[in-house]
């Protein structure tokens, strides 16, 4: 069940990012030009697919998880979804950001 919360507190944040870029960490600090550099190189787009992804990923891993019979399988599955998701927006959403 935690899953599922998880997985829709993933959609939730992956929409409010894609209407309010502003919540995206260190986008306010960038100046004015940068943030419409951000805007054109599809920021808020990419934070919005990946967390949507991300909440994808934990919805589906709960019905597997019954599936295979294996409950702590969803806890794996949001830990690493999460790490991963991580690591991802830090590395191409600086490419994003600093695309010229």
Do not use: K
């Not at 919360?5 to 944040?13: N, Q, S, T």
């Not at 697919?49 to 794996?76: A, D, H, K, Q, R």
């Amino acid at each position: 069940m935690d899953a599922l919360m998880a997985g829709v507190l993933y959609l939730i944040i992956g929409f409010v990012v894609r209407i309010f870029p502003n919540i995206i960490a260190g986008y306010n600090s960038l100046s004015q030009r940068n943030q419409e550099r951000a805007s054109n190189n599809g920021l808020p787009f990419f934070a919005f697919v990946l967390f949507s992804l991300m909440g994808i990923l934990c919805i589906i891993s709960y019905p597997v998880s019954l599936w295979l019979e294996m409950p702590n399988l969803t806890s794996g599955v949001q830990l690493s979804v999460t790490l991963v998701g991580v690591v991802i927006f830090i590395v191409f959403g600086n490419l994003l950001a600093n695309h010229r």
